[in-house]
T-cell receptor
């Protein structure tokens, strides 16, 4: 069975400082991995995806993630946090047919001025 | 593009009654729609997958007779919570895919159900 583990339930940063949201995965085959963001009262939005192409994946709003097979990790980073980045972030793994998504428990990003 | 709406955004119902939640893809036809449940401060759990005109496929542990899913058209899926109980109170989220085999699911904003 596939799974993802988000290592931090909350991450607090100051505006303008780097963001690191950690995710480890478990999969019996080469996984497809995603990061989604959930803002209050809005639908989840896809930030970026890894589907066995380049290991460094660039997404929207300046976010990127690196797939590291040796570490079974897919951490999300951003060089400089904005206040608008405050939200819930989910690391997600998909089955081979992209039908079933398995969500991590989420990391709430808090950004202070 | 790729907007998914849900209606209502929140609903309160009494224990024992049924409530219907609609999920619509507004600007595309969805071959597949999904229903998730999210408990407070927890992750999303897939409840069921539905294809237009077919019976829904439910995840293990999800009661088919309690959570009725109807995918009547390529733009509309409904989730009916029958004989609701307080433990059914949750945040229900739907998503939709344009095509089979593609990766991206477009998510609705969710529906908050409170059963009193």
């Amino acid at each position: 069975a596939q799974s993802v583990t988000q290592l931090d339930s909350h991450v607090s940063v100051s505006e303008g400082t780097p963001v690191l949201l950690r995710c480890n995965y478990s999969s019996s085959y080469s996984p497809s991995l995603f990061w989604y963001v959930q803002h209050p009262n809005k639908g989840l939005q896809l930030l970026l995806k890894y589907t066995s192409a380049a290991t460094l994946v660039k997404g929207i709003n300046g976010f990127e993630a690196e797939f590291k097979k040796s570490e079974t990790s897919f951490h999300l980073t951003k060089p400089s946090a904005h206040m608008s980045d405050a939200a819930e972030y989910f690391c997600v793994v998909s089955d081979r047919g992209f039908q079933k998504l398995v969500f991590g428990t989420g990391t709430r990003l808090l950004v202070s001025p | 593009g790729a907007v998914v709406s849900q209606h209502p955004s929140w609903v309160i119902c009494k224990s024992g009654t049924s409530v219907k939640i609609e999920c619509r893809s507004l600007d595309f036809q969805a071959t597949t729609m999904f229903w998730y449940r999210q408990f407070p401060k927890q992750s999303l759990m897939l409840m069921a997958t539905s294809n237009e005109g077919s019976k829904a496929t439910y995840e293990q542990g999800v009661e088919k007779d309690k959570f009725l899913i109807n995918h009547a058209s390529l733009t509309l899926s409904t989730l009916t919570v029958t004989s609701a109980h307080p433990e059914d109170s949750s945040f229900y989220i739907c998503s939709a895919k344009r095509e089979t085999g593609t990766y991206e699911q477009y998510f609705g904003p969710g529906t908050r159900l409170t059963v009193t």
